[in-house]
């Protein structure tokens, strides 16, 4: 497939965790860069193909959280972003650690520098093979010792962004990690 060089022009995005339970309890996490945070800060956007198991069971539950991991993960990133069967956990492929959320049932993700616990209000869209979730934001969680003063907090913070392939990952500051594992496949 041709490469669309035009795209390399736009800035790395913001990589989540979005992590979720079937109506089973089995839990679910798989990495997200199509991500929004709306203006006032009560609703977060993301966009999930409706063949993933995170389509599933926001489908089925109505919840999920989004974490925002540090780049001392970026490994578990790309190990999470590998499609599983149904039934394996990434959580314990990625050595991730679920914790019990305060208000919805899927986990907060114990590595992550914050969790938002979020209420499915809307499927706003069906865009191609995606639907576009709006969650409202019922619970917030941080690391006190990540998130300080407002200029530091986005100067310096350790959330990932995607450079290249799920693969490649960088911080604001430049700190780069090639985690040399392809995701999408198992
Ligand atoms: C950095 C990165 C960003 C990704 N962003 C998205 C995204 O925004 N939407 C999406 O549907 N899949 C995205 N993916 C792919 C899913 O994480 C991947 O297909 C995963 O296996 C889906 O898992 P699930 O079936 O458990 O939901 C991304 C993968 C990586 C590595």
């Known amino acids: 497939m041709e490469v669309n060089k035009a795209f390399w022009l736009f800035p790395p995005r913001l990589v989540v965790l979005v992590s979720t339970t079937d109506k089973l309890g089995n839990y679910n996490v798989a990495p997200h860069s199509e991500f929004i945070n709306l203006y006032g800060d009560k609703h977060l956007l993301i966009s999930v193909s409706k063949d993933h198991d995170t389509y599933a069971n926001i489908e089925e539950t109505r919840e999920f959280v989004i974490g925002i991991p540090p780049i001392s993960i970026a490994k578990a990133i790309s190990i999470a972003g590998k499609s599983f069967p149904k039934g394996v956990s990434e959580f314990e492929k990625a050595s991730l650690t679920p914790l019990k959320a305060d208000k919805v049932k899927a986990p907060l993700i114990k590595e ?31 690391n006190e010792k ?31 990690v090639d985690t040399k594992i392809s995701p999408y496949k198992v």
């Open 146 to 176: 990540e998130v300080t003063d407002e200029i530091s907090t986005r100067m310096n913070t350790k959330a990932i962004l995607s450079v290249s392939k799920g693969k490649i990952f960088t911080t604001i500051n430049k700190e780069t």
């Open 112 to 142: 992550c520098i914050a969790n938002f616990e979020c209420e499915l209000e809307k499927r706003i869209a069906d865009v191609g093979e995606t639907s576009l979730f709006l969650g409202r934001i019922v619970a917030t969680h941080y």
